[in-house]
């Protein structure tokens, strides 16, 4: 890539000041050369968080709030603050607790680049162990869509996607915790919708950047280490804002009758999850 692309990264933080550090650290290898802003954009830490920025990365750009505003708000204010300057070319939405391979986001970038049609890429997540997180992409989640994948997790014991692929495809949503947009599609569309608090704000800023004509590509040729949230099936806070999320994004896109469909299909995933959490963990949930 001849040209420098002018890049924004925004990164969402509460309470992982370690992991959040080897984050940072990992970025200038991840851009290999190109010239990035990073926004840090921290949700109320108590754990030495803010210390962390002003100690060892005082080039970082430090935006605070004094409580937990969510993951949808909180990139919003970074994106907001990029365009107080020079407005980034693209936009980069970067969890706290990944790890950015060398060259993988200069990699992110020579793409869009060569592909003007493209509004969002993602990278294919990896565990630390290499292994490929599932989860990192898939297909909008109707009813036909998780009663299949529910149906094939229960019955058949596997996935419904192939997390391995190393096939550069479109598809309707790649996850939030590593997601390049263009500013050409982000004017299009305006900012993640904070109506959820976290989770399905990627789906629905796919769902929103394919409507308004841009494709969405899975882009498995970069990897991104993400070690993941607590599984949801631990984690009572995380999973109803996954409920209420999802319930969000229904009543949004599908209508009431929709909603009212999915919230009888939440009675059943809740029986079966308290007879099988492990089906229930593996089968809907996604870090």
Known sequence: MDTVANLGIIIVSWNTAELLADCLRSIP???????AEI??????????????????????????????VGFARAN?????????R???QYVLLLN?????????LRELVRFMEEHPDVGIVGPRLVRPNGKPQPYGFGHDPSLVYLINRGIKALLLKRYLHDWSTDQVQRVDWVSGACLLIRREALSQIGPLDEGF???????????????AGWHVIYYPKVEVVHLGGQSLAKNPLARAAYTQSLLHFYNKHYGMLATSALRFALWGYNLLYSSCPAFCSSSVSRD
């Not at 608090?197 to 409507?211: I, S």
Request: charged share 20%.
């Open 86 to 88: 020079n407005a980034p």
């Open 29 to 35: 290898s991840g851009l290999d050369g190109i010239e």
């Open 197 to 211: 608090f976290m989770y399905f704000e990627d789906n629905d800023w796919c769902l929103r950047v394919r409507q």
């Open 76 to 84: 919003n204010q970074g994106i907001g603050a990029l365009g107080e």
């Open 96 to 104: 706290s607790d990944t790890v950015a391979k060398s060259g993988s």
């Open 39 to 68: 926004i840090v954009v921290d949700n109320g830490s108590t754990d030495g968080t803010l210390d962390l920025i002003a100690h060892d990365f005082p080039q970082i750009r430090l935006l605070q709030n004094h409580t937990n």
